[in-house]
């Protein structure tokens, strides 16, 4: 099941056309510490920026910017911590003219993000605090609604009574029509089933096949699949070697019509999906020097280079 040419996708001030089977990716900067996923660390705000900037040049559609991990092991972070990690990243990032998503579940720190020019809120609590719509409200911006049936940073695994994708979309419904009451416009609002989240890697697995039952509430959905937990109960390989298995569950996700993909890999997921849609005839290769010897082999010493980049003087 795909979806039909033409929809769009709104965030804050931005407008994204969506193609069948190509959504946007999402890159990931984690302003925090302890993120149990990240290969490389960035401690300083400049390396942020940085590092948020290659993921743009490689493809990125726009940046998830996180101040707190949703690891269960460590304590909540302070609102004021987490801003002080969050916001100036974000205001450097709007000013590079990077479409910016902040991963939060608390409406101080929401506020603080909007203010600053965040165009979308990432809540991984399910709305659990609907001030969070009551924010995205105000600034006109767009908003995650996740299922989840766990407290932020706490670990605990439902009983679904068999009905774990029943459970999911009712959840979800319930959770965005809260937000529309609360006033975030329809239109601004993106489902995620939650992968990992209250659930056993059976439960998430279920979902994500199941994931037509989402989508038939009428809200684009985001994929936050990268080196999750499910995949280390197919591939048995921990988060820093799963590379293949997430690309695995990118493919899945944009033939079953999401909007946005969250991932670490965005150079190695911009170019699986660019070569998914090349090979389906949804696009068309771009132009090549035939004189680049770099693009036909890689001499011992020589270092591949990427189209775009200036050749060596």
């Known amino acids: 099941m795909t979806d039909a040419p033409g929809q769009q996708l709104t965030l804050r001030d931005r407008t994204f056309a969506l193609r069948p089977g190509r959504p946007l990716v999402m890159g990931i900067v984690n302003a925090n510490p302890d993120s149990f996923s990240d290969a490389v660390r960035t401690t300083t705000l400049d390396a942020q920026v940085e590092l948020a900037l290659a993921l743009v ?40 003219g990077v479409c910016v998503s902040v991963d939060t579940w608390k409406p101080a720190v929401a506020q603080a993000a909007l203010a600053a020019g965040a165009h979308l809120l990432n809540d991984v609590s399910g709305l659990r605090d609907p001030a969070l719509a009551d924010a995205a409200a105000g600034a006109g911006a767009s908003l995650v609604v996740m299922h989840t049936r766990a407290a932020p940073k706490q670990e605990h ?33 993106i489902v995620d089933p939650g992968p990992d989240f209250a659930k056993s890697p059976a439960e998430s697995i279920e979902v994500l096949r199941e994931i037509d039952a989402l989508r038939a509430l009428g809200h684009p959905w985001l994929a936050a699949v990268s080196r999750k937990y499910f995949l280390a109960a197919i591939t048995g390989r921990p988060p820093a070697e799963r590379l293949a298995g997430t690309l695995a569950a990118v493919g899945f996700a944009a033939d079953r019509g999401a909007a946005i993909v969250r991932v670490h890999d965005v150079a190695a997921a911009a170019d699986f999906l660019a070569t998914r849609a090349v090979l389906a005839g949804d696009a068309e290769p771009g132009a090549i020097d035939p004189g680049d010897d770099g693009l036909k082999w890689i ?11 200036a050749p060596a003087a």
């Open 157 to 189: 695994f439902a009983d679904y009574a068999g009905d774990v994708v029943g459970d999911v979309v009712s959840f979800v419904r319930e959770r965005c029509a809260l937000a529309v009451q609360r006033g975030v416009a329809p239109d601004r609002l």
């Open 299 to 309: 001499r011992a010493g020589v270092a591949p280079r990427r189209s775009g980049d």
């Open 57 to 96: 040049a490689d493809g990125a559609d726009l940046i998830d910017v996180g101040g707190e991990s949703g690891v269960t092991y460590t304590g909540v972070t302070d609102d004021a911590v987490e801003a002080e990690r969050v916001v100036p990243l974000v205001q450097r990032l709007v000013a590079e």
